[in-house]
């Protein structure tokens, strides 16, 4: 009878910790949160001014007294105070989102995607920050495993699945047969790489300063992996370094994909390393089922296109890729039969 209560009132929580964004869900309701990974906070005193969409909107517009960061570097913790900040935070709304304040609600169960390429040092920082945020329990699991799952790849049969998820800090590259990863490899070059190749062609090309902000919205609005049928433009406004003063200039599509290629071609090596080392018959399966691609990344125009080209496998965009990882985190919550399966490592309040 506990049990059955203790079920009812107690809130069980996925959660896709990004490098750029963290999504939570709610079993049985959905996701809730999507919010920018980004904390605003005094620089002396340390105290918290700003959490998520707002603290973002800061970042390279604060005073002096207020520093806008982001606390998780290459899909890790970089910043354990501040993360376990905005945990809280996003704890505390889905209590007020769960709509149950009559009674006192017992910690929730929390489920964390995590890169798999971190460290058990690493491993050990996100559980501390999720307990010490309010969980009674903290289960992680690896993220192309929980993109695989969210994505509706049937990760328990023999049959072999290629999943590439391609987040802000990390890409994620995992063949997955019988709930495990038979291959898998973590490249701490994404999303953020992207956008830093934008700045550093814009330095060299036209000697223009932009921000990271203005690049992920140049790469957001015209960049590409693969030729356009019609190319874009768009006018990108910065500072030249010449003079100091403002500049705007028109960049086309062409300029920016290329910009993106060193990036690209990085993440499609790796995927061919892993093929390389993917035993014949799960080869074959693969060949057969096609490359799977998730994350915010694979929104980047063309990028099937030029996977499927260095391949030569089919490769199918997941749906809605930016919420794969949460929702595998919500349905291991739903199914607790397959989180005794799959490799997850768990803690305890």
């Known amino acids: 009878m506990f049990d059955k209560f203790w079920s009812l009132v107690s809130l069980d929580i996925g959660i896709d910790l990004g490098t750029v964004n963290t999504l939570v869900l709610i079993k049985?309701?959905?996701?809730v949160i999507r919010e920018p990974s980004v904390v605003a906070l005094h620089r002396k005193s340390k105290q918290i001014v700003a959490i998520g969409t707002e603290a973002k909107r800061m970042l390279g517009r604060t005073p002096f007294a207020i520093e806008a960061i982001?606390?998780?570097?290459?899909?890790v913790i970089s910043d354990f105070d501040c993360t376990e900040a905005m945990l809280k935070?996003?704890?505390?709304?889905v209590h007020q989102t769960g709509n149950r304040r009559s009674f006192k609600i017992p910690k929730p169960r929390v489920v964390v995607g995590i890169p798999s390429g971190v460290t058990e040092v690493e491993r050990r920082a996100v559980q501390d920050a999720v307990l010490s945020a309010g969980a009674r329990a903290c289960y992680l699991i690896e993220e192309p495993?929980?993109?695989a799952i969210g994505a509706g790849l049937p990760v328990e049969d023999p049959e072999g699945n290629l999943i590439v998820d391609i987040g802000?800090?990390?890409t994620e590259i995992a063949v997955i047969s019988m709930g495990g990863a038979v291959i898998i490899k973590s490249l701490r070059v994404a999303g953020d790489e992207m956008d830093q190749d934008i700045v550093n062609y814009m330095k060299m090309r036209y000697g223009m300063l932009i921000g990271e902000k203005t690049a992920e919205n140049v790469k957001i609005e015209i960049g590409s992996a693969y030729p356009l049928k019609i190319e874009k433009e768009t006018v990108v406004r910065g500072r030249d370094l010449a003079t100091g003063l403002p500049k705007s200039l028109k960049i086309s599509s062409t300029e920016i994909r290329e910009a993106l290629m060193g990036t690209i071609n990085q993440m499609i090596g790796a995927l061919n390393d892993v093929l390389e080392q993917t035993p014949p018959e799960l080869i074959s399966d693969i060949?057969?089922?096609g490359i799977v691609v998730?994350?915010?990344?694979?929104?980047l125009r063309g990028l099937d296109k030029k996977i499927a080209d260095e391949t030569k496998m089919p490769v199918y965009i997941a749906d809605d890729p930016l919420t794969t990882v949460v929702r595998g985190c919500g349905k291991v919550l739903e199914n607790l039969d397959l989180l005794s399966k799959i490799k997850?490592?768990?803690g305890l309040r």
Do not use: C, N, S, Y
Request: aromatic share 4%; no cysteine; hydrophobic share 40%.
């Open 28 to 31: 049985d309701k959905g996701i």
């Open 70 to 75: 982001r606390p998780l570097r290459g899909g």
């Open 89 to 93: 935070a996003f704890i505390h709304k």
């Open 145 to 147: 495993m929980a993109a």
């Open 168 to 170: 802000g800090g990390t």
């Open 287 to 289: 060949l057969e089922r």
């Open 294 to 299: 998730a994350g915010g990344g694979a929104l």
């Open 344 to 346: 997850v490592t768990g």
